[in-house]
């Protein structure tokens, strides 16, 4: 099993920044991704940033150029840096894992439990 620990949400004014953490603990044999998903009231879970194996990054268009993932691979941890804060980025956010028990290359993808970020005056 795989255990994903998010920190870092809370209440944020527009033009802020907060930094997400989600640390990855348990029995694998590598995590091939990790990433960041949102999810607002009343709309769908949505892609906000993905880093593939170690160097490769994707962003939803709406974060490019605020938000920054990055990977601390010692650690097992991925972060989200956030930048220029909107309140159109109020949502739950969701650290994400896709893992590999074994040598096989099948992977599983596991969640956090979420954090709340609000962004408001």
């Known amino acids: 099993q795989v255990q994903l620990v998010e920190s870092g949400g809370g209440l944020v004014q527009p033009g802020g920044s907060l930094r997400l953490s989600c640390a990855a603990s348990?029995?694998?044999?590598?995590?091939?991704?990790m990433g960041w998903y949102r999810q607002a009231p009343g709309k769908q879970r949505e892609l906000v940033a993905v880093?593939?194996?170690?160097?490769?990054?994707n962003y939803a268009d709406s974060v490019k150029g605020r938000f920054t993932i990055y990977r601390d691979n010692a650690k097992n941890t991925v972060y989200l840096q956030m930048n220029s804060l909107k309140p159109e980025d109020t949502a739950v956010y969701y650290c994400?894992?896709?893992?590999?028990?074994?040598?096989?290359?099948?992977?599983?993808?596991?969640w956090g439990q979420g954090t709340q970020i609000t962004v408001s005056s």
């Open positions: 880093i593939i194996r170690y160097t490769t990054t």
């Open positions: 348990g029995n694998f044999f590598s995590i091939n991704a």
């Open positions: 994400n894992a896709r893992v590999q028990k074994d040598t096989t290359p099948r992977e599983y993808g596991y």
